[in-house]
């Protein structure tokens, strides 16, 4: 990977936009999410009566001079958020280079909009049939920067097993954002994955990635066929094709298909879905579809 994306321009761009979370997360404490409970910041957010057992220092005693009963002040609760970003590092999503550089920069924007907000990030690795967490979890610039220097170096190949992430043994519930990264021309269960993330309680983005050769085909003529994940020769997914214009408007009208399936399923779950093709550029993606998506802020 060149790295193209990874510039202070880039970056800077990201400087003032923060990821947005539903306040029915609970997360970790420390942080700058507000959720639905009260908690130890300096902002006043309501009163409620004293109860026995309640901490009388919180008694406001101003309230209790005018109205002869005491009353506890109440204060918002600010939560610290972990964004786990999803990588397919199959040899599908290598097979263009703009495409796998895409999809890295996606997965790095979201990790530093997250740690300049005070999140924790991490970065999971799927190829192979297995996951990988090579930079452990993230909190902070210095370590965020430490991590990409790396990211750069990451190579795709093999196939992608998305059942390798309900293998997971510490991922947290209610803690915030899963963000699976994919162009999802795979015929392996990828509906697991997501359904494990609801399961843990998470808020969800599938995002799909498409290098432009496959949204809008320009091959014509006599072609062979291989599969870039399957065995090699004599491999049953390997074909001989004469394409035609005409077969490749069907191509078109089966990946609409194929994106609207995807889409309906994750609108039956309540994740987002957002599909993208390497022509957009990142900063179209970020601004306008992420923020309708109500993802940043």
């Known amino acids: ?3 193209i994306y990874f510039t202070d321009d880039f970056f800077d761009r990201l400087e003032r936009l923060a990821l947005n979370f539903p306040t029915t997360l609970t997360g970790y404490f420390g942080g700058k999410h507000r959720i ?16 026995p057992g309640d901490d ?10 005018r109205l002869g009963k005491h009353f506890l002040k109440l204060y918002t609760d600010e939560r610290q958020m972990h964004i786990r970003i999803y990588i397919d590092c199959s040899a599908s999503v290598g097979f263009y280079s703009d495409k796998a550089e895409y999809a890295l920069a996606l997965a790095v924007a979201f990790g530093y909009m997250a740690v300049r907000n005070n999140d924790k990030v991490s970065f999971h690795l799927l190829k192979d049939g297995n996951q990988s967490d090579p930079f452990g979890l993230i909190v902070g610039k210095n370590s965020f920067f430490s991590a990409v220097g790396k990211v750069k170096d990451i190579t795709f190949s093999g196939e992608t097993d998305f059942s390798a992430i309900s293998k997971i043994s510490d991922m947290g519930s209610n803690d915030g954002l899963s963000v699976l990264i994919s162009d999802f021309l795979t015929d392996n269960s990828w509906q697991k994955a997501v359904d494990y993330f609801l ?12 290098g432009k050769e496959e949204v809008s085909p320009s091959y014509s003529g006599k072609f062979d066929l291989v599969d ?3 065995t090699g020769k004599g491999d049953t997914r390997n074909v001989q094709l004469s394409i035609t214009r005409a077969m490749t ?3 078109k009208k089966e990946l609409e298909k194929y994106k609207e399936e995807i889409k309906k399923f994750c609108i039956s779950r309540d994740a987002a879905f957002l599909s993208v093709g390497t022509d957009i550029p990142i900063d179209k993606i970020i601004y306008r579809e992420l923020m309708n998506l109500e993802l940043v802020k």
């Open 1 to 3: 990977m060149k790295g």
């Open 56 to 65: 009388i220092r919180r008694i406001d005693w101003n309230l209790y001079a």
């Open 249 to 251: 408007e069907a191509y």
């Open 199 to 210: 399961f843990k309680k998470q808020q969800v983005l599938v995002c799909q990635v498409l």
């Open 36 to 51: 639905n409970k009260y908690g130890q910041t300096i902002e006043f957010a309501d009163f409620r009566q004293y109860q």
């Open 228 to 230: 870039c994940e399957g």
